[in-house]
């Protein structure tokens, strides 16, 4: 009888530790596909603003006539980076 009872605390013991496993899998991979809708909401949300930014610095440097130097500062970018922003046409 006591390897009956041992058997079936062993076979408990198991299924607990199966389904924790199981349950634990399945948040992981809730969570990974949630991680990713978030970095594509990101990066989509990152394009716009990049446009955002781009638009204003042709604006400011062509209208404005604030020079690359400056916006340069300004942004972080390099001086390069500025003037092919400022020079690209609008559709690139």
Do not use: C, P, W
């Not at 530790?17 to 990101?42: F, P």
């Not at 394009?47 to 942004?75: D, P, W």
């Amino acid at each position: 009888m006591t390897n009956d009872v041992d058997d079936l605390l062993l076979q408990a013991r198991q299924s607990i530790e199966h389904n924790n496993q199981e349950r634990d899998y399945e948040a992981t991979q809730s969570g990974l596909t949630e991680t990713i809708k978030e970095l594509d909401n990101l990066k989509k949300m990152s394009e716009e603003f990049t446009m955002i930014r781009n638009n204003l610095l042709k604006k400011l440097y062509n209208q404005h006539s604030v020079s690359a130097l400056k916006l340069s500062a300004v942004t972080g970018l390099s001086r390069q980076m500025v003037h092919l922003i400022v020079k690209e046409d609008n559709n690139g």
